[in-house]
């Protein structure tokens, strides 16, 4: 739940820095940093760890752009490259030099959150709860703070860089800040759901959140209680079904994401839909009224104003007419005299109306 | 005469290409002037260098006779309309209030007074109504004019504006028109990267014909001449002689007898079209 939080957290600038594939290669590119780290200290819960990572992972950024500042190749062939190079050489170092720890490569891709409450932080010979606990509660916190205090500077800077630039607010530093924040919050939750989950808790989210609001500020909230409940219905479904915390994670922000993708007030699919059809009978009422305007009062009304005649006319057919004249007599726009439609006053507005719109 | 902006030899190069070559410009104080020339003649990368975006190979950048960081905050900066993402999710009044934060400096947060002014600017670009607008709901024009507002907001004393009426309706260029008349009556500067060189002597007091390296740079009726004109567009402007006109230098008149700049029909030719990298 904590790892979710913290990862929706930047995930939301990638998401709307159109980056959201950078969350994958820094997820994968720092495993060497975590690696080296670990030959260097020994000790798989050491900040140096964490350092080595945050350090990959900015090299990682600054790889890619130098390869897509040549305009050889695009950014996201770049970030094709330069991640499987670093993981893979983490994965080599794996296999070649700690094949008999704790590293292992499952661990690295799915992650064991399973375990992570048995590896206890002993402080002074105390238990005092899990250690990845505290390890990400710790990113969290590093994350909330950087982004209240920078809120202003960092909305600017992915709105507009340039004009981050000529105000002098350093949009370069804050975005390879940001970087090492994502690889930081990588890291973190590496321990927990692996490097390949890492990117669904950092996408996902935001992107659901993206879909149910228009500020930022509430988006970035939004997505870390969407990453937190997630989180949550994840680890009892896998609970239920014995199956993989992280995977079952991951599959939960889908979930999510596809039932807000569908239901969202007003970006979700089924509004879109709705609007879609309302646009639709409106269009066609005001054509129908446009239409008796145009002939009101002439002698040819008797044979233009008839109901059976929108069909030829028109060009109508008989089912969309009947139905576009019901949701005009219903909305007191047209009234019916035998066979003949006549305008209400309101229809001879409404129609007025939209001739001028025009 | 004071200079609002002096630039010395600068020269700009992606890689071995220079973009802008050697380029030698004074922009007096309190004029309009207009930037021209066709696409990929570097107009947007001399704006860019002079507001530090882009580093220069060569050369000297002076704002009011100073460097620009130290100038930073009498320099206001209107990028082009696509170069951000509209669907970023704030809404207009935030957009605006993005020109203070240069002001506010770190840390600190916008707050009433920010709003207030933001909203003032907001009115002078009679889009006062919209200021709880998503910007994604702006119509081409609307998002020109809250760009244009954030630009007021800084407040500064010259402005650099990247095609402000590329793309909007007539009525939001008298409107933006209108607006940088004022800005000039209140003794500022503005440099405008320009694409219709109908409107030019119409609008603008003074005029650059850049085209990698500067052609003409002056008053309009002095360098805003048929020749400068080929000079600057090669021999793709077969349309110059409509300008004769109202280039009011002796001598380099073309095809006599064409309307003036607002004749009507037989012009279309004059506007240059696209944007292009600039």
């Known amino acids: 739940m904590v790892v979710a939080a913290a990862c929706a957290l930047p995930g939301v600038f990638l998401v709307l820095r159109k ?28 900040p140096i760890l964490i350092a080595g990572a945050a350090l990959t992972g900015v090299l990682t950024v600054a790889l890619v752009e130098m390869i897509s500042s040549t305009r050889l190749i695009k950014e996201d062939a770049a970030i ?71 809120f202003k ?32 919050t990588a890291v973190g939750a590496f321990d927990a759901v692996g490097s390949i989950l ?28 969407i990453g937190a409940v997630s989180a949550v219905l994840g680890y009892w479904f896998a609970h239920l079904l014995d199956a993989s915390i992280g995977g079952a994670m991951a599959t939960m922000v889908g979930v999510a994401f596809f039932f807000t993708w569908l239901l969202a007030p007003e970006k979700g699919y ?41 069909t030829d006319h028109l060009r109508w057919e008989p089912a969309f007419a009947s139905q576009a004249v019901r949701v005009a007599l219903a909305g007191g726009l047209v009234s019916r005299r035998g ?20 | 005469m004071n200079h609002a902006v002096e630039v010395r030899d600068l020269t700009v190069a992606y890689r071995e290409r220079p973009v802008l070559w050697d380029i030698d410009l004074n922009v007096p104080e309190g004029v309009l002037m207009a930037i021209v020339g066709p696409n990929g003649a570097g107009k947007t990368t001399l704006i860019k260098a002079v507001l530090g975006l882009v580093k220069p190979a060569a050369g000297e950048i002076l704002i009011y006779g100073r460097s620009f960081e130290s100038q930073q905050r009498r320099v206001g900066y209107v990028p082009q309309r696509g170069s951000v993402d509209w669907d970023f999710p704030t809404n207009v009044l935030d957009v605006v209030t993005m020109g203070l934060y240069g002001r506010l400096g770190w840390f600190r947060r916008p707050g009433r007074n920010e709003r207030a002014s933001a909203l003032q600017a907001l009115e002078k670009v009679g889009m006062a109504d919209f200021a709880d607008r998503q910007i994604s709901q702006l119509s081409g024009g609307q ?17 650099f504006m990247d095609e402000p009426f590329q793309g909007v309706d007539a009525t939001t260029e008298r409107a933006i028109i209108a607006l940088l008349r004022e800005l000039r009556s209140a003794g500022k500067t503005v440099v405008v990267v320009h694409h219709d060189l109908q409107t030019v002597p119409e609008y ?34 077969g349309f110059v002689g409509a300008l004769a006109g109202t280039a009011g230098s002796a001598g380099t008149v073309g095809a006599a007898g064409r309307a003036g700049p607002k004749g009507p029909g037989g012009l279309s030719g004059l506007t240059t079209k696209g944007t292009g990298p600039g």
């Not at chain 1, 950078?22 to 050491?46: K, N």
């Not at chain 1, 990117?199 to 939004?222: E, I, N, Q």
């Not at chain 2, 998002?143 to 004393?157: E, M, P, S």
């Not at chain 2, 740079?217 to 090669?234: A, C, I, P, W």
Request: negative net charge; contains cysteine; hydrophobic residues 55%.
């Open chain 2, 143 to 159: 998002q020109q004019r809250v760009f244009l507002a954030r630009a007021l907001v800084q407040d500064a004393d010259v402005y």
């Open chain 1, 270 to 310: 089924v509004a879109r839909q709705r609007r879609r059809r309302r646009q639709r009978w409106t269009f066609a009422t005001k054509m129908l009224t446009v239409h008796l305007l145009s002939h009101e009062g002439l002698p040819e009304a008797a044979e233009e104003c008839r109901e059976d005649h929108l």
């Open chain 1, 153 to 184: 500077e960092l909305k600017v800077a992915t709105f507009d860089a340039g004009l981050a630039a000529a105000l002098g607010l350093m949009p370069a530093l804050l975005h390879y800040l940001l970087m090492a924040l994502v690889s930081v």
């Open chain 1, 198 to 225: 890492v990117v669904a808790l950092m996408v996902g989210p935001p992107s659901a959140a993206y879909l149910l609001t228009d500020r930022l500020s509430v988006m970035l909230a939004l997505s870390a209680v």
């Open chain 2, 204 to 237: 603008f007091d003074e005029v650059l014909l850049l085209n990698v390296r500067r052609l003409a740079s002056g008053q309009v009726d002095e360098v805003f001449t048929e020749e400068n004109l080929r000079k600057t567009y090669g021999g793709r402007v």
């Open chain 1, 339 to 358: 066979p003949l439609l006549e305008l209400t006053d309101a229809g001879r507005k409404h129609a007025s109306r939209a001739v001028v719109e025009i």
């Open chain 1, 80 to 150: 094709g490259i330069v991640f499987p190079a670093l993981f893979s050489i983490g994965v080599i170092l794996i296999a070649r030099y700690a094949g008999d720890v704790h590293l292992d490569v499952d661990a690295v891709l799915l992650g064991e959150l399973a375990f992570a409450p048995f590896d206890r932080f002993i402080v002074a010979g105390h238990d005092i709860g899990p250690r990845s606990l505290y390890l990400m509660s710790g990113v969290l916190v590093v994350n909330v703070l950087f982004i209240v205090i920078f």
């Open chain 1, 19 to 46: 980056m959201s594939m950078m969350s994958d290669a820094i997820s994968h590119a720092i495993l060497p940093g975590i690696v080296i780290g670990f030959f260097a200290t020994g000790d798989l819960g050491s």
